[in-house]
Antibody
């Protein structure tokens, strides 16, 4: 059974950093592109970043480019999202997802609240 | 960015057909694929993939769900609608970056 389990969320002050992790199991992690998608409270879904199966290629939405870094450790079957210079508009539930186009499995999500 | 437009809400009677539309601001099709996907999100839960590449049923999704379309116009159909289908439905394109989602259509029961 495919499982994606996020961790690392919480309350953080504006301008500070936070790192999310996503532990993957039930499939060969190193064969799949992965992505982060976020959802602000009561809002819709927003793609954040994608990484290729081997980590050689990464893609970001403009609003996080230069602040967020997606990475992966295939030996640990873990996906990461390093978030720096956080802003109030980054407040959202962050989902770890599998896929480079369609997103066929989603974690349960982790809440990130950026507030002073 | 490719903008995906969905109606905010749709009310349907149980046992009837629900048709949810998604219109893209430019084509999301290639010569081989229609790169539009559909997700279901129930309150308090993560989204679930229903349909990929416009018309392919994702794993473990009941055949009551189907998708169609190409170019800029796509449709998700649920027939017949069941009580368990109460949710918000999102379309998403992967034709070009940034990947974008529609704003969601909330399915309600009449």
């Amino acid at each position: 059974e495919v499982q994606l389990v996020e961790s690392g969320g919480g309350l953080v002050q504006p301008g500070r950093s936070m790192k999310l992790s996503c532990a993957a199991s039930g499939f060969t992690f190193s064969n799949y592109g992965m992505a982060w998608v976020r959802q602000a409270p009561t809002k819709g879904l927003e793609w954040v970043a994608t990484i290729s199966y081997d980590g050689s290629s990464t893609y970001y939405r403009d609003s996080v480019k230069g602040r967020f870094t997606i990475s992966r450790d295939n030996a640990k079957s873990t996906l990461y999202l390093q978030m720096n210079s956080l802003r109030s508009e980054d407040t959202a539930t962050y989902y770890c997802t599998r896929g480079g186009g369609e997103l066929d499995y989603w974690g349960q999500g982790v809440m990130v609240t950026v507030s002073s | 960015d490719i903008v995906l437009t969905q109606s905010p809400a749709l009310a349907v009677s149980l046992g009837q057909r629900a048709t949810i539309s998604c219109r893209a601001s430019q084509s999301v099709s290639t010569s081989s694929y229609n790169l539009m996907h559909w997700y279901q999100q129930k309150p308090g839960q993560q989204p679930k993939l229903l349909i990929y590449d416009a018309s392919n049923l994702a794993s473990s999704i009941p055949a009551r769900f189907s998708g169609s379309g190409s170019g800029t116009d796509f449709t998700l159909t649920i027939n017949p609608v069941q009580a368990d289908d109460i949710a918000t439905y999102y379309c998403q394109q992967s034709r070009e970056l940034p990947f974008t989602f529609g704003s969601g259509t909330k399915l309600e029961i009449k």
